[in-house]
């Protein structure tokens, strides 16, 4: 497995560069399992985690690839659970994986523990949720439509198939992933997964409709809903 270093997509027709100078705003958020997660992407980056040669799946040279958006309500990403480890599976099974840290809300200047818990807390209103979610829809799915030009600019060097590459989420990353999908028919994925992915609210899928697979856990009170409504 090999981690590259993480590469700025371009917002708004423009690429802020990643140097010493001008580093991403995103700060560790450490949690009581262990995990890191991240918050304050407000300029989003592709990690490329690629596969040894030898580990290049059978069938050609070329290997599949999966842009993955991790969750974290759109106020922060499990980086780890939600993106790295899965990389590391996917990619000892000849896998090109690319961790995808898509723009967040802002973490206000000067934000306190009792500030940051306030926000968390906040996650549990609907209607301030459904305002979070109308305004990451956009944002979202140009970061994954901007992922996926990326990976197939660089498909010869990274040696990967670009008729063979898809995209999947967790929770809000499944909502990313969902809108990049819809609202973005360019990026057009080989194949799309949402793992309990949120804000079910008004997708076209484009045509022809990638093959898609979704997943939630009976007890999921979002997933139910979704499901029922279906």
Known sequence: MRILDPIPLPVDGHTTPLTPDLAPDEEPNGEPNGQLRIRNVTIPTLTPVLPEPSSRTEGGPLSPAVVIAPGGGWHKLSVESEGTWVARVLTELGIACFVLHY?????????????????????????????????????????????????REHAGEWGIDP???????????????LATTCDHPEAAPAFVAGIYPVAWEGITPPQPVPPLFLAWATDDGIGRSIIDSS
């Open 103 to 151: 723009r967040l809300e802002p973490t206000p200047a000067g934000y306190d523990g009792a500030g940051w818990s306030a926000t968390l807390a906040s996650l549990n209103d609907p209607a301030y949720m459904d305002a979070v979610a109308s305004r990451a829809r956009s944002r979202g799915a140009d970061d994954g439509a901007a992922a996926f030009a990326l990976v």
């Open 163 to 177: 008729e063979r590459i898809g995209i999947m989420g967790f929770s809000a990353g499944g909502h990313t992933a």
